[in-house]
């Protein structure tokens, strides 16, 4: 049975720093790209970060970009977001999410090329 099991969110406030952590199980991690995609009320799903197996490439949304910082532990199964410089309009649900198969850089950020999915952890940032 696949599993994604995010945690890390919580309530900061503006300029605060959090780090996301989305346990996996079921599958072989070490393949597959990841991602990390938030929704906010009223909001579109939208894709955040991603890496490639073994780390070799990431990518980011530009808001993100120079504040966020996605990486992986193969060995523990587990991907991270490092966040920093919170902004009040980083406020969303994260989730983590296990793609189909190999990601670039005009495909990572859709979100039907992957096919698992996490539930989600909380981020709500104050002004």
């Known amino acids: 049975q696949v599993t994604l099991v995010e945690s890390g969110g919580g309530s900061v406030q503006s300029g605060g720093s959090l780090r996301l952590s989305c346990a996996a199980s079921g599958f072989t991690f070490g393949n597959k790209c990841m991602a990390w995609f938030r929704q906010a009320p009223g909001k579109e799903r939208e894709a955040v970060a991603a890496i490639s197996p073994r780390g070799h490439a990431s990518f980011y949304i530009d808001s993100v970009k120079g504040r966020f910082t996605v990486s992986r532990d193969d060995a523990q199964n587990t991907l991270y977001l490092e966040m920093s410089s919170l902004k009040p309009e980083d406020t969303a649900m994260y989730y983590c999410?296990?793609?189909?198969?190999?990601?670039?850089?005009?495909?990572?950020?859709?979100?039907?090329?992957?096919?698992?999915w996490g539930q989600g952890t909380q981020v709500t940032v104050s002004s």
């Open positions: 999410a296990a793609a189909r198969g190999f990601l670039g850089p005009r495909t990572w950020y859709s979100a039907y090329e992957y096919e698992y």
